[in-house]
């Protein structure tokens, strides 16, 4: 065939499919192009937020989706709180300062679905392993010991720069990302023998080769991992494992050193990626467990590589630390003088 | 006789200068292409796809310099000294204005000077000692790995040292957002060249150790020619009119990884920088 005609070809038929997002959804419909050397083609600027929560609310029971006129009318509770929030808060409302005037328009759509997690069937996540709801006890019961006031206005002290979390202190984020409020835009590039995705908040750049080599040694314990992928079918799926216990899941004082996930990554339609992760370690969680969560192409905030911004995080964080600590300390003072 | 003679020397002369002026302007096109590259699958541009890293110790000096002690001669011994180099500069200096030069001393007198509150972190030291992203050129020839991923439409660049990365937006001239630590990057092909043009850097970051340094003015043009299958010839050319009498170039070239299974690893070094950057902000007293 000519390339000269078959190139308008595929555009006409791209452009079909693009005005057909939801028809797109159907992943027997509908296949990803291809790259050069025909693997098939993932490549693009995404967000990877959701306003659908990782776990099902509780009182919904076994009720896997919302019927279209709850979402509806969920979208629509959505779109009031953000006409709310979207006005400046006021000088000193530090209830505000994370409000949805930050976040406008950032947090994502709803999926159908009550929950990211589909297996277990009750989308929750199984139970701890008793070890590990130990270490996530004391974590917890750590930092409990160290907040002061009431909410909305709870005080968090922090005696060394160690009492923040990774994510506050610029070192790293929870992996998988599983939403995120804020910087969500990653984008995915190709070439021969490699997956590459980078994401914008923290500037992590993921590595994923296909050429079927063998994971890094065990030694080598890292922030963000080790992957090795490969094609079934449409799907890239990876093998991401090497984390470091100073990673913690979501978090939450949830060590992942023995985490091991399994990613499956389809592209389903023009605008939608379907990520898929199931999470193994005997050691956290008393069984498997996976979540589905959507990477969406079509958020007018993340369209093109310009819309990616450095993310200077710990460059621009000495103030942050400053004041925290000085503050921890000034509050510390000023309790013992009052005691 | 005697003004012919000095007339053809003078014209000798002025044909010596035009070759200069011509290798200067045009030092890619005037070497012989003799290496073609493998193309890129699917483009007409050579592929440079792959682990890259200097070998030389420009991070520690782009200048030529002699070895030197550690900082810390008296806990490190020998551990951590300067290694000798013959820098990286075509001409070997670097065009200061006076008071500039002045400066760089005093960067390098300071350079490990810890911050005790943010105006001292935001104007003293070595930005690498904070981990902060190093910026362009300096990212290249760090003593880290880099890799290149080119696809058939964008080149993006992402660097061992901090985890940092920039995308070079090729064949479009995207405004930049906000002045970056790793700059704004346009990239075009010109043949078997990739070249990117780089502004809109932080004034804070340096060239180096020793405390080179550069304005917010700073302007960047990197020139990335295969030349052979496993080597790059990196060349940049630095202007800026803030601090420097005239624009002026480093080179040199860039190696391929060739270790099996070779890939970036992680050099998160936040969390080795959070003692020197925040040490004076804990209790004085233990607990």
Not at chain 2, 134 to 163: C, D, K, L, N, W
Request: aromatic share 10%.
């Amino acid at each position: 065939m000519n390339a000269r005609v078959f190139k308008p070809a595929t555009a006409l038929l791209m452009g079909f499919l693009a005005q057909a997002p939801v028809a797109g959804q159907d992943t027997d419909a509908w296949a990803p192009g291809r790259t050069a050397w025909g693997d098939p083609d993932l490549q693009g600027v995404y967000t990877f937020s959701t306003q659908t929560p990782l776990e099902r609310p509780e009182g919904l029971g076994n009720k896997e989706t919302y019927t279209e006129r709850e979402l509806a009318e969920l979208e629509a509770q959505a779109a009031e709180r953000r006409a709310t929030d979207e006005v400046a808060a006021a000088p000193g409302d530090l209830g505000a300062s994370y409000n949805a005037y930050w976040t406008s328009n950032e947090k994502g759509q709803l999926v159908a679905r009550t929950s990211l997690i589909v297996d277990p069937a009750n989308g929750r996540l199984p139970p701890l392993t008793e070890r590990t709801q130990e270490i996530h006890d004391e974590r917890a019961a750590e930092l409990a010991s160290r907040q002061v006031g009431e909410p909305p206005f709870v005080y968090t002290r922090y005696a060394t720069w160690l009492d923040h979390p990774a994510y506050t202190r610029c070192v790293a984020r929870p992996m998988p990302r599983i939403g995120q409020a804020y910087n969500h835009g990653l984008q995915i590039l190709q070439t021969p023998g490699y997956v590459v995705i980078y994401y914008e908040s923290m500037h992590d750049t993921r590595f994923i080769p296909l050429d079927g080599r063998p994971h890094i040694d065990s030694s080598i314990r890292q922030w963000n991992g080790d992957s090795r992928g490969h094609w079934e079918g449409n799907t890239l799926v990876v093998d991401w494992r090497n984390f470091t216990d100073k990673q913690e899941f979501r978090g939450l004082g949830l060590p992942q050193g023995n985490m091991r996930f399994v990613e499956r990554i389809t592209k389903v339609g023009q605008n939608t990626i379907e990520y898929e992760v199931t999470v193994h370690d005997p050691m956290t969680w008393t069984q498997p467990w996976t979540f589905i969560a959507p990477w969406r192409a079509d958020d007018p905030n993340y369209q093109t590589p310009v819309d990616l911004y450095e993310f200077g995080c710990h460059e621009g964080n000495y103030r942050m630390m400053e004041n925290s600590l000085n503050g921890s300390r000034a509050s510390r003072e000023a309790n013992t003088e009052t005691e | 006789m005697r003004n012919w003679l000095r007339g053809s020397i003078s014209l000798a002369a002025i044909g010596g200068v035009v070759t200069v002026l011509f290798m200067t302007t045009a030092p890619i096109a005037a070497q012989p292409q003799a290496y073609r590259a493998p193309r890129l699958i699917g483009t007409d541009n050579p592929d440079l796809n792959g682990i890259w890293q200097a070998l030389n110790t420009a991070n520690w000096d782009i200048r030529p310099h002699a070895a030197g002690p550690s900082p810390f001669p008296d806990l490190l011994g020998a551990i951590g000294a300067l290694p000798a180099g013959q820098g990286v500069i075509e001409g070997n200096e670097i065009p200061y204005q006076s008071w500039a030069q002045d400066k760089q001393r005093e960067n390098f007198e300071n350079r490990l000077t810890r911050p005790s509150d943010r105006p001292t972190n935001e104007v003293a030291g070595d930005s690498e000692a904070k981990c902060y992203m190093p910026g362009v050129p300096r990212a290249t020839y760090m003593p880290f790995p880099f890799q290149i991923v080119q696809t058939p439409g964008q080149v993006f660049i992402a660097y061992e040292f901090a985890s940092a990365a920039r995308i070079i937006h090729m064949d479009s001239e995207p405004p930049s957002p906000a002045p970056s630590w790793m700059g704004w990057s346009i990239g075009r092909w010109e043949g078997d060249t990739l070249v990117v043009e780089v502004t809109d850097q932080v004034d804070k970051t340096w060239f180096d150790r020793a405390g080179n340094f550069h304005s917010d003015a700073l302007r960047v043009t990197e020139r990335y020619t295969p030349i052979t299958p496993n080597h790059l010839r990196y060349e940049a050319l630095i202007e800026d009119p803030n601090v420097f009498t005239r624009p002026w170039t480093i080179t040199m070239p860039l190696y391929r990884r060739m270790e099996p299974d070779v890939q970036l690893l992680e050099f998160k070094c936040i969390e080795f920088a959070e003692m020197f950057m925040y040490e004076h902000l804990l209790e004085p007293s233990s607990e």
